[in-house]
Nanobody, 125 residues
Framework: QVQLMESGGGSVQAGGSLRLSCAAS????????MGWFRQAPGKEREGVAC???????GYADSVKGRFTISQDNVKNTLFLQMSSLKPEDTAMFYC???????????????????WGQGTQVTVSS
């Protein structure tokens, strides 16, 4: 059974950095397309960044140049390095995986099959 467990969220001041981790079990991250989504209160869940099986990536325009998605195939873990954080980045961040879907250029993972439980990121001004 595929399981995704996020960690690394927290509270940070604007301009700061955080690194989110998503530990995967039940599957190998390199055989799935993986991604990060976020959902702010009162808003729809949106794709932030995703990575294809061969390692190429996609990002939402709102995070380009500030966020970096990567994965460690040995540790079977997905990461999201976030820098220059803004108050509008405040949201619950979710890890996602798909084998049948794909990573779009806009950073949205399509046809998500598995979700993590989420980790909260709060950015204060």
């Amino acid at each position: 059974q595929v399981q995704l467990m996020e960690s690394g969220g927290g509270s940070v001041q604007a301009g700061g950095s955080l690194r989110l981790s998503c530990a995967a079990s039940g599957h190998t991250v390199s055989t799935y397309s993986m991604g990060w989504f976020r959902q702010a209160p009162g808003k729809e869940r949106e794709g932030v960044a995703c990575i294809r099986r061969r390692g190429s990536t996609g990002y939402a325009d709102s995070v380009k140049g500030r966020f970096t998605i990567s994965q460690d195939n040995v540790k079977n873990t997905l990461f999201l390095q976030m820098s220059s954080l803004k108050p509008e980045d405040t949201a619950m961040f979710y890890c996602a995986a798909t084998r049948g879907g794909y990573c779009s250029v806009s950073g949205t993972l399509q046809s998500v099959e598995y979700w993590g439980q989420g980790t909260q990121v709060t950015v204060s001004s």
